[in-house]
């Protein structure tokens, strides 16, 4: 059987805030194309970091170091230019953050102009249509697109706020816990979307609701203290997990 090369690959990947403080201890994962995969683990135990490494938002800051290999189709983006990994890796955080001056239109088309990339009027109309339909809100926005993002409800942000990663046509997205602050009826949107958008991009997801690791991922990663103490199937994990630090936070005796 062929070997399938993993889309986003760790490779002992550590971040450190100063020497003395590794907040990400030795990472090694293969993440499969087109996966939803959960990040879960108790508060501090390095889930965002590590999700944030993925998209250099560490290089934001320059008493953060990330060592190690991260790999992306078998090319390492510690050694990539941010703007190209950008391209290619889709952020969305756990609060809607539409940029409040913009229309929902320049919006969607918002990493477009941050880099430069010149569309044509077509090429912007196609863009924003086909990326506001990937999350499910073309037919309640189409005619308000010069309205203001956060004219939308907290779901509708999240959504654009998805779409607008969905634009540059990403090969990953990253959801730091992007339902955290949603009513339980749009966060059940959010999943819906997410299990259909894993068709067209591989997801990591960072989420404290064991419930919708469950529901959505076919992936989990369990961390603990900055390490990946185990990483495999959801089902799996979830029925037996390898490790009793695994098992005492699924079953709530930690968090």
């Known amino acids: ?42 508060s ?3 889930k965002s970091t590590l999700l944030r490494a993925v998209n250099l938002m560490h290089n934001l800051y320059p008493n953060i170091r990330v060592d190690g290999e991260i790999l992306l189709n078998g090319e390492n983006i510690l050694s990539m230019e941010p703007i190209d990994v950008r391209h290619r890796v889709g952020m969305v955080f756990q609060r809607p953050a539409p940029f409040p001056t913009m229309s929902i239109y320049d919006n969607v088309l918002s990493g477009f102009a941050l880099n430069g990339i010149k569309l044509s009027k077509a090429e912007k109309d196609a ?10 809100l073309w037919d309640e926005v189409k ?8 004219f939308l409800s907290g779901g509708q942000q999240q959504r654009l706020c998805i779409a607008r990663a969905l634009a540059m046509k990403p090969d990953v997205l990253l959801m730091d816990e992007p339902t955290s602050a949603l009513d339980p009826i749009a966060t059940k949107h959010i999943e819906e979307l997410l299990l259909e958008l894993q068709k067209e991009v591989t997801i990591l997801i960072v989420t404290h ?27 799996t994990m979830f029925s037996k997990p390898s490790d009793e630090r695994t098992k005492a936070y699924l079953t709530g005796k930690m968090g």
């Not at 863009?127 to 499910?136: D, G, P, Q």
């Not at 609701?209 to 089902?235: C, P």
């Open 1 to 42: 059987m062929e070997s399938v090369t993993p889309i986003l690959e760790f490779k002992k990947t550590c971040v450190s805030y100063t020497k003395q403080t590794m907040a990400v201890k030795y990472v090694s994962a293969a993440i499969e194309r087109n996966t939803i995969t959960a990040i879960m683990g108790p």
């Open 44 to 46: 501090g135990c390095g």
């Open 127 to 136: 863009t924003v249509e086909r990326c506001l339909r990937s999350v499910a």
């Open 143 to 150: 005619d308000v697109l010069n309205k203001k993002g956060s």
């Open 209 to 235: 609701n064991m419930g919708q690791a469950k529901r959505i991922s076919s992936k989990s990663m369990f961390m603990y203290l900055g390490e990946l103490v185990e990483y495999g199937d959801t089902e």
